[in-house]
């Protein structure tokens, strides 16, 4: 089954587990200016992205459709309208950020080819993919495609201008 749809690439974000497990930081919608003052008295380290509003913000949304809400400068380059080709764009980040390996040397997945096949196969059918792992020094990896248009919140528009 093949959707009429193109998809979008975001990522790949990089950061620490306390910024990712931040809900505060991945809804829609500002901050409050009194809330920002009391968690700063709370909190001497802040998270600099709460100051920025959700459309800025790099960390990963809560919901993967809210990433089209998002418009970075170089999504154009990132849009495809092949299913194979943007999971072969999460190969190409996977590769650059590979996770950290188990301690007992067992495989973390069916292979890249595998995980590739996969995320053609779920983005052929509507579904966005995301790939998330931890790298080396505590830190997360998160790559995602959405579907454009987004089947869990179709009345968001696309992030790029029409042509």
């Known amino acids: 089954m093949t959707i009429l749809a193109h998809f979008h690439g ?3 974000w990089i950061g620490r587990p306390d910024q990712y497990h931040a809900e505060y930081l991945r809804r829609p919608g500002t901050l409050s200016q ?3 003052d009391e968690r700063t008295k709370q909190r001497k380290s802040l998270d600099m992205e709460a100051y920025l ?3 800025k913000r790099a960390i990963p949304p809560m919901r993967t459709g809210h990433w089209l809400l998002r418009r970075p400068d170089p999504l154009a380059r990132r ?3 092949e299913p194979k080709e943007a999971a072969e764009w999460l190969a190409r980040m996977y590769e650059g950020d590979p996770p950290v390996p188990l301690q007992d040397v067992r495989p973390i997945h069916p292979g890249l080819s595998a995980k590739v096949e996969y995320a053609a196969a779920a983005l052929t059918n509507g579904t966005d993919v ?5 790298l080396p020094g505590d830190y997360m990896f998160n790559a995602c495609v959405v579907v454009c248009p987004n089947r869990h919140l179709p009345d968001l528009p696309c992030p790029l201008p029409p042509s």
């Open 34 to 36: 009194e809330w920002r």
């Open 53 to 55: 509003p959700f459309e």
């Open 79 to 81: 849009t495809w309208r």
């Open 10 to 12: 975001y990522g790949p």
């Open 130 to 134: 995301v790939w998330m792992h931890y």
